[in-house]
């Protein structure tokens, strides 16, 4: 009776010591790996990202477009005129287009995480929401005209999010500029 009292003693869900310790170490290891496994996708996608930024700074053909266009933004140009060359050779869309593929290819992996979205954020917040406000009612008239409403979503998604929770500023930077 003794060595049945015991035995019950030394249950744990039914099992004894010896079934839980190997069980548990098992566990164990299994949670571990899932979690080295999502701290190495996390440092990939920031990797990439810097990857990513460090590819867009250094491609001189992006930089001449994406300047022409913050030329037009800057003088005011009405880019929704330049909707009805969607269907022909034209330079300054060809330059909006190439600045809005770029720019659609990365917000399309910032949505499907392939991307840090906070380290793009921080380096591109600005520029992307500025060139979204500008382009916005191009694209709409393009989507329009063409019937295609998919066109350059990825941005508008991005663009709204980042719209309603921007970039925020860093504390311990004084602003000489509020003197």
């Known amino acids: 009776m003794e060595i049945e009292i015991t035995?019950?003693?030394?249950?744990?869900l039914g099992e004894s010591y010896i079934f839980w310790v190997p069980t548990g170490a098992v566990?164990?290891?299994a949670i571990a790996a899932v979690y080295v496994i999502y701290l190495n996708g996390k440092r990939e996608r920031r990797r990439t990202t810097i990857d990513l930024v460090i590819a867009t700074e250094q491609d001189k053909?992006?930089?001449?477009?994406?300047?022409?266009?913050?030329?037009?933004?800057?003088?005011?140009?009405?880019?929704?005129?330049?909707?009805?060359?969607?269907?022909?050779e034209h330079?300054?869309?060809?330059?909006?287009?190439y600045v809005l593929n770029r720019l659609e290819f990365i917000a399309s992996g910032i949505r499907n995480k392939a991307f840090d979205e906070k380290i793009y954020k921080e380096y591109n917040c600005t520029n992307l929401l500025k060139?979204?406000?500008a382009i916005a009612p191009l694209v709409a008239?393009?989507?329009?005209?063409?019937?295609?409403?998919t066109y350059y979503q990825e941005i508008e998604w991005l663009s709204n999010k980042w719209e309603n929770k921007k970039v925020k500023r860093i504390n311990s930077i004084k602003s000489y500029l509020l003197i």
């Open 91 to 97: 330079e300054k869309l060809n330059n909006i287009r």
């Open 27 to 29: 566990i164990l290891s």
């Open 7 to 12: 035995k019950q003693a030394n249950l744990i």
């Open 141 to 149: 008239e393009i989507r329009r005209r063409k019937g295609v409403f």
């Open 131 to 133: 060139i979204w406000k």
């Open 61 to 88: 053909v992006y930089k001449e477009k994406y300047a022409s266009i913050s030329k037009l933004i800057i003088n005011d140009v009405c880019l929704v005129d330049y909707a009805r060359f969607i269907d022909i």
